[in-house]
């Protein structure tokens, strides 16, 4: 039941109805009921795995819970009899417990996530490698929908409490909702328990205006998703599965591609705020005008935040840490000249986060190569750093308009450009299209009409060129004012109303639904 399909729509309408019309104390457990009717709607096999992972993630942290109270309980109680050394023994057998529990459950899900994305891709690879000598047949595997989402937020709970940042949830149900919010269960974001179970379990009466601001927010999601995405989506589609689209054309899928993968992230993102707003729930934000940064790496803390987050927090930090890392620390300092060695361990810990990101996104190398790629530009731009200093000092353009924009504009395509990774799906032909646009770039496919012949008629690029129009004046207005639905509602609640009529006749009227009005599935719903 994909966000943009009208069933999903009607099943929203209803479950925003009964929210509001049931006992208040009862609203979280009706959300968790509608969170498994909608589950089960996509699969009802589905659901076996997210209770696995619920019920295993729950009994570890309340044992992880229960290591930390007895060993506190045991240290008070003996405060005068144990020394300073049967102290810290004592300490380090609980840590070990600790450890193993939590080792034993993220070995266990994180299993199971790799068993169902992950081993068709090692049977190909597999196949690749023995090149016909021997070939294994591929599995008919479930992929449970947003597996990949709800594992990590679950995970991240489970290390959080083993931490001591987190108290456990002891009411499996409760936990069980917050693993399985379906606004946010197909595609995120990444919830930290701590910020989502504030306002999650919390009761809530009918606020028209929290109410308009979610409605609003939903609305501007289905006009990027529905108007806009799923337009140019034919176009993107045409260019990069022709072989003669070369030079400019993969000029042109470049950051048409750029601009749908925007429009259908951000606008399933707005879609899953939306519908939490409009229950009084806050969900973390996962985009912060991304397309604004002035390199890759603002870029990557402004663009899907909450993985950045996630695989800062609970993957560089722990391998920049860890002993065998900070042994090699030592060693490089000592044995590699001063600019190296005090760099190696953020090199590797770096080249463990990208190449998990670059897994993450998919179970093929193209997405491997895409993340490395992330991972070089990264690293060369921090390396060149020096370079970069000496050259604003002999020429003054930093903090000048236009450089801003230079800056903008650079980063936006060499974003769009490793993305292309993403479109191809074969590494050697990313490389070979990405190299056409130096060595057969033809200005006359912008004059000539060739545009006009991959599914995109004149209608189309006039609703495109209004839709870029509308979202980069709402985003500049964000970035200089603030919050858009903020300003309108000071106006006048009316005029918000107005801005939701508007949104909701361009979306009946103009979206692009497909074939027999079938919508058309998020791309990172595929995640």
């Known amino acids: 039941m994909l966000f943009n399909s009208l069933p999903f729509v009607c099943y929203l309408v209803c479950t925003l109805l009964l929210y509001y019309l049931i006992p208040k104390k ?34 570890t942290a309340l044992q992880v819970e229960k290591i930390n109270a007895g060993q506190k309980l045991y240290l008070k109680e003996h405060k005068k009899e144990l020394t300073k050394q049967d102290k810290q023994e004592y300490k380090d057998r609980m840590k070990r417990k600790r450890w193993k529990w939590l080792l034993l459950c993220l070995l266990f899900n994180l299993g199971i996530l790799s068993v169902t994305k992950y081993t068709n891709f090692v049977i190909s690879t597999f196949n690749s490698l023995l090149n016909g000598a021997m070939t294994l047949q591929p599995v008919d595997m479930i992929v449970p929908l947003g597996i990949s989402f709800y594992t990590f937020q679950s995970l991240g709970y489970l290390i959080d409490v083993y931490r001591g940042k987190q108290e456990a949830q002891h009411n499996i149900f409760r936990f069980a909702l917050f693993v399985s919010f379906f606004p946010q269960l197909a595609q995120g974001p990444i919830s930290r328990y701590g910020h989502l179970s504030a306002t999650l379990f919390a009761e809530h009466r009918f606020e028209r205006k929290t109410f308009l601001y979610g409605l609003t927010r939903i609305m501007w999601g289905y006009f990027k998703k529905v108007v806009i995405a799923d337009r140019i989506i034919t176009g993107v589609k045409t260019l990069v599965t022709g072989s003669e689209y070369t ?53 990557w803390n402004r663009w899907h935040i909450t993985m950045g987050s996630w695989f800062t927090d609970y993957i560089f930090y722990p391998i920049s840490v860890c002993g065998p890392m900070l042994k090699l620390s030592k060693w490089s300092r000592t044995h590699l000249p001063k600019a190296i060695g005090k760099r190696v361990t953020v090199y590797l810990s770096c080249f463990a986060v990208w190449l998990a990101t670059g897994i993450w996104h998919g179970a093929a190398w193209n997405f491997v190569v895409w993340g490395l790629m992330n991972y070089v530009v990264i690293m060369a731009s921090q390396e060149l750093e020096p370079l970069y200093a000496k050259f604003h000092k002999r020429f003054h353009w930093k903090g000048t308009p236009a450089y801003e924009v230079f800056e903008i504009l650079r980063t936006v395509f060499l974003m769009s450009a490793i993305r292309m990774f993403d479109c191809y799906r074969d590494v050697p032909l990313t490389f070979r299209m990405i190299g056409s646009m130096f060595t057969s770039f033809r200005l006359s496919v912008f004059t000539d009409g060739s545009l006009l012949y991959i599914g995109l008629s004149a209608s189309d690029y006039a609703v495109l060129l209004v839709g870029f129009a509308v979202v980069l004046g709402v985003s500049l207005i964000k970035r200089k004012k603030g919050n858009v639905r903020d300003l309108i509602y000071c106006k006048s609640e009316f005029w918000l109303c107005q801005i939701i009529a508007v949104l909701l006749i361009v979306i009946l009227v103009l979206g692009a639904y497909g074939e027999g009005y079938d919508a058309s599935q998020f791309i990172y719903t595929q995640f």
Request: with cysteine.
């Open 247 to 299: 030079g400019a054309y993969v000029f042109c899928a470049m950051f048409f591609y750029a601009f749908e993968l925007y429009c259908d992230f951000t606008g399933g993102i707005d879609i899953t705020i939306g519908i939490a707003e409009a229950m009084g729930i806050k969900v973390t934000e996962n985009f912060n005008l991304p397309y604004f940064s002035k390199d890759i790496k603002e870029y």
């Open 26 to 59: 009862a609203q979280w457990g009706f959300l968790l009921a509608a969170s498994y009717v909608f589950y089960a709607i996509a699969d009802p096999r589905y659901l076996i795995f997210i209770l696995t992972t619920t019920v295993s993630v729950w009994f």
